[in-house]
């Protein structure tokens, strides 16, 4: 059974401002558009099989659960949990490798 994908409103915000900052400061388009079908393809696997993603190696993250998938090709991440219960994964964040992402989650 297929878990539901939930992207929470400020997971929006973030992922905009990536893809907004490779198009429009790094004026490249194509790296906006690979870099969302490499999270798309990752999308997918989150509905299907979500613990293939190990959990956070920062302690207060894994402390509530939170996994972190590195985005293939690309210094990005995502940062979500797993409700069991419900069968629903919330994608609560997308963050450059390099960020101190944990204060902002």
């Known amino acids: 059974m ?21 198009v429009n400061q790094l004026k490249n388009p ?10 798309e393809h990752i999308f997918d696997n989150l509905e299907c099989s979500p613990e293939m993603y190990a959990y ?4 207060f993250l894994k402390s509530r659960e939170y996994r972190k ?7 990005y991440v995502i940062i979500f949990r797993i409700d ?8 609560v964040g997308f963050f450059h490798d390099l960020e101190l992402y944990k204060n902002k989650l």
Request: overall charge negative; aromatic content about 8%; cysteine-free.
């Open 2 to 22: 297929k878990y539901k994908l939930t992207i929470t409103e400020r997971a929006e915000e973030l992922l905009d401002h990536i893809l907004n900052y490779i």
């Open 69 to 75: 998938v590195v985005v293939p090709h690309y210094d």
């Open 56 to 59: 956070s190696e920062d302690i």
């Open 30 to 39: 194509q790296a906006a558009s690979n870099l969302m079908n490499e999270i």
């Open 84 to 91: 069991d219960d419900s069968r629903t994964v919330y994608i």
